[in-house]
């Protein structure tokens, strides 16, 4: 059974710094596409970064390139995404999620999703 579970969010101060978590079970990581996306009030859910499984490469969107950095440690089947220099404007839901056949940043390749962990930012 695939199951992923997010888990760092909360609030913090415009120009801080947040590592979220993502523990995944069911599946190995280093197998899997993965990807962060993150939803917004009133707003489609975005993906912001990925990985690909085989070499760990990753993807980011624009609007993020240069202060979200994705990782993963294999041993802890985790992945994470660091968070740098947050604005007001990446309030959001932030989910994980993971993919067998695909990958890339959009929402409908990924089979597989957690709950998700806010994310709030005060100016």
């Known amino acids: 059974q695939v199951q992923l579970v997010e888990s760092g969010g909360g609030l913090v101060q415009g120009g801080g710094s947040l590592r979220l978590s993502c523990v995944a079970s069911?599946?190995?990581?280093?197998?899997?596409?993965t990807g962060w996306f993150r939803q917004a009030p009133g707003k489609e859910r975005e993906g912001v970064a990925c990985m690909s499984p085989s070499d760990g490469a990753t993807y980011y969107a624009n609007s993020v390139r240069g202060r979200f950095t994705m990782s993963r440690d294999n041993a802890k089947n985790t992945v994470y995404l660091q968070i740098d220099s947050l604005k007001p404007e990446d309030t959001a839901v932030y989910y994980c999620?993971?993919?067998?056949?695909?990958?890339?940043?959009?929402?409908?390749?990924?089979?597989?999703w957690g709950q998700g962990t806010q994310v709030t930012v005060s100016p």
């Open positions: 999620a993971a993919s067998h056949y695909y990958g890339g940043l959009r929402r409908q390749d990924y089979e597989y």
């Open positions: 069911g599946f190995r990581v280093d197998d899997y596409a």
